[in-house]
Structure formats: structure tokens, C-alpha cells
């Protein structure tokens, strides 16, 4: 079959960009841990409120010294409704909902994921010193415009740890 030589560099270079993108999408999920922030922890969302991760909201710090704080999102409010969390620091998100899907997007951050119910959606970010708006992003009903929550970040000196973690929150049903 002949193919016009013009014809045959676009081809190769249509194959070479795919190879460059599949590889690059390979890289991020097999050497750098990349995941989407869903689907990878599930909760019966009827006893959210009941479960050890989320009985208790807000920030805790783990064995390690890891900064985590559990949210709960609901129509239409995120709980809790304030966060205290330390500057320069790595802090891991973990969030579901009980009863639509919400959206949690920390305003002017990388800071964002569903929310969907039945999964704990999962991110690690760190912030500057400020205050930060959380909003919904994803409409979740008449008041959805209305869910909004706030985080103030602290320098890392004036945070107060607020408490170890439970030890292995996932095992004591
Ligand atoms: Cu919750 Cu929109």
C-alpha cells in the first residue's frame, strides 16, 4: 500500500506521542504512587457517624506524626465547618459523605476531590500560612451554594497538636 510520505510522518508522530503520553500516565501511577483520590477505601454510608474514622471529625496525628484530618460532608455543610492546620506541613485529606455526592475543593490550592458516598476519598497537600475557603463544587441540592467551611493554616510553631490518633480506627467495629 503506498502512503504519502507526508502521510507516514504524521502516523509515526501520532504513535510517538501516544507511546510519550501512555508512559508518562505509567510513570505517575507505577513510580510515583498516583491514584485518583476515590475508590479506594469504602463505608457504609448509613453508620458514618458511627464508624471509628469519622465518629470523631477533625484533625488528628497519627502514630508517626502525620497530620490527617476526617471530614464529613453532607447537605449542606462539611463537618467540621473549621479546620486548624499547620503550615509547610503534608496533611492527608480524608473525606466521605452520607448522603449525595458533594465536592471538596480547598480554594486556590491543589487541594480538591469528589466526595462521594459509600467511598472515602483520600489527598495529601500542604498549605502557606492563611486562611483558606472550602466550597462544594459539586451540586448537591437547593443549598449547595451555601456549603462552604473554612481552613485556617497556622505557622507550624504556633499549632496545637490536637491529640494522637485512635490506634487502628479500622479494625474496632
Ligand atoms: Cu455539597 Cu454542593
Redesign the pocket.
Known sequence: MKVDLYERIWMFGVAGMLVLFFASLANGAVNEGRHPPSHVETIDPSSVMKDPRFRVQGVRVDAEGQVHAWVV????TWLPAELTLPADTPVTFHLT?ID????YQIVRTNGQTM?MPGYVSQFTTQFDAGEYLVA??????L???N?ASKITVVPRDQWQVPGTEPETPHDSH
Not at 460532608?73 to 449542606?76: T, V
Open positions: 460532608g453532607l447537605m449542606f459523605a449525595v455526592i458533594h465536592g466526595v462544594c463544587n459539586e451540586y448537591c441540592g443549598g449547595h451554594h456549603m
